[in-house]
């Protein structure tokens, strides 16, 4: 499995350096060693923290932007009328609850339709897995500078300390 | 006062000033006033304005930047007016045009009337926050809060345009929109 620690090294040696988001207890050592570091905006909603990477990019960030799935559904329309629509990049970061219909209730559809949701939005997206983070960080990072749009990762349990 | 009217008071007094518009006819009215290549109008995402702008605030400290918002978008997302108040971005101006109404939509009401934004602005931690009922409070107002330190909120209340009225859609493409705010934002400040 890959530490909070390990995981920043690798988004910050592929650019990323503006970092947002709504927690989510999958990412939280990722999210404890932004804080440590005084590098995280702790936002109030998840379509509020696609806005702020929004202007953070426009001032010359590559954001990041933090969240479980339940806050993929927040943040359709942002992504929709303001990222896709502007060609603002980011990266979503996305936690994986009710990965293969395992968790508690309240994760289970959102769960079960979270790749189908950024297929439909046209956002690119990859599972992250144990043995091919940096890879996949790394597609991501490139992915956004071909495109300027939103590009997603989505972690399933298991993979982040 | 009517939101053509308070706009016609604040433009003239911007000079290099970013300034992040809410969607609907206060982008349309601005663009129609004076397009500035600092204006970025966010014709989707109701509610982002002070989101987008926070986000160019905070990094690029150097440069004033300033919302031009509606009571509609602040009432859906006041979870921003708590994130200024902990972020405290001195160069953040938040001005909002309150005719406590949907404006574009019809003018449906919004229950701004029933609820002091300036006291929740002020409660959420901006230093500064004021509320001006009339064109000359603005013409007194307006002049100090671009120029002193923030975060601060401007509550300007409007009366809503009962008759229908012709305002022309932003005409830029919104890649456009963004590319020309991003020029603009590369430049050196002159103060």
Known sequence: ?161 | MKLAEALSIVIPLLRDELVVHANGFISRESFNISDRLGNFYMIGSMGLASSIALGVALNRPDRRVVVFDGDGNVLMNMGSLAMIGATQPQNLVHVVFDNEAYGSTGNQRTISGHVALEEIARAAGYPRAQRVDTADALRRAAPEFLAQPGPSFLLIKIEPDREERHIGRITHEPTEIASRFMLALREVPVR
Not at chain 1, 32 to 59: P, Q, W
Not at chain 1, 86 to 102: A, N, S, V
Not at chain 1, 124 to 140: F, G, Y
């Open chain 1, 1 to 161: 499995m890959i530490s909070g620690s390990e995981f920043l090294r690798v988004l910050v040696a592929s650019g990323f350096d503006f970092f947002t988001g709504v927690p989510c207890s999958l990412a939280k050592s990722l999210i404890a060693t932004l804080e440590e570091r005084g590098r995280y905006i702790a936002e109030t909603r998840e379509d509020a923290a696609v806005g702020l990477a929004a202007g953070a990019y426009m001032a010359g960030k590559q954001p990041v932007v933090i969240m479980q799935n339940s806050g993929l559904g927040v943040c359709v329309n942002a992504l929709a009328s303001l990222s896709l629509m502007y060609d603002f990049p980011c990266l979503l970061f996305i936690t994986w609850r009710g990965y293969q219909g395992k968790d508690a209730p309240e994760h289970l559809i959102m769960g079960d339709i979270s790749p189908t949701l950024l297929t439909t939005l046209k956002i690119p997206h990859q599972v992250l897995a144990k043995d091919s983070v940096p890879e996949a960080i790394r597609w991501a990072a490139e992915t956004l500078k071909h495109t300027s749009k939103p590009v997603a990762l989505l972690l399933p349990p298991g993979v982040m300390q």
